[in-house]
Nanobody, 124 residues
Framework: VQLQASGGGLVQAGGSLRLACGAS????????LGWFRQAPGKEREFVAA????????HYADSVEGRFTITRDNAKNTAYLQMNSLKPEDTAVYYCAAPQIDQSWSPHIYKYDYWGQGTLVTVSS
């Protein structure tokens, strides 16, 4: 599967953005999907993940209640709705998928397929 993230941009603190992760290839609905982010000078970290069916979601504590991950398997696309953005949310955001039929994980090394990243900048 090939992934491409989009939707990043510049937003003021308290604002919202919706990121999209488009996938090409077959069997999109058999992949769990995760969103990760990497701020300047920091390690890449887990943000959110969703099961292949969309029935189960998981969030990092830092975004719980502000971010929502969803997916539309008919459109081969996953989304990350980000509300109440904070300057500390500034980062390059990546979508990723583990091997087919594998469950989600918060660990980067479990993911084999990565999109190119989209930059989110939150100004104070």
């Amino acid at each position: 599967v090939q992934l491409q993230a989009s939707g990043g941009g510049l937003v003021q603190a308290g604002g919202s953005l919706r990121l999209a992760c488009g996938a090409s290839g077959r069997s999109f609905s058999r992949y769990a999907l995760g969103w990760f982010r990497q701020a300047p000078g920091k390690e890449r970290e887990f943000v959110a993940a969703i099961s292949w069916s969309g029935g189960t979601t998981h969030y990092a504590d830092s975004v719980e209640g502000r971010f929502t991950i969803t997916r539309d398997n008919a459109k081969n696309t996953a989304y990350l709705q980000m509300n109440s953005l904070k300057p500390e949310d500034t980062a390059v955001y990546y979508c990723a998928a583990p091997q087919i039929d594998q469950s989600w994980s918060p660990h980067i090394y479990k993911y084999d397929y990565w999109g190119q990243g989209t930059l989110v900048t939150v100004s104070s």
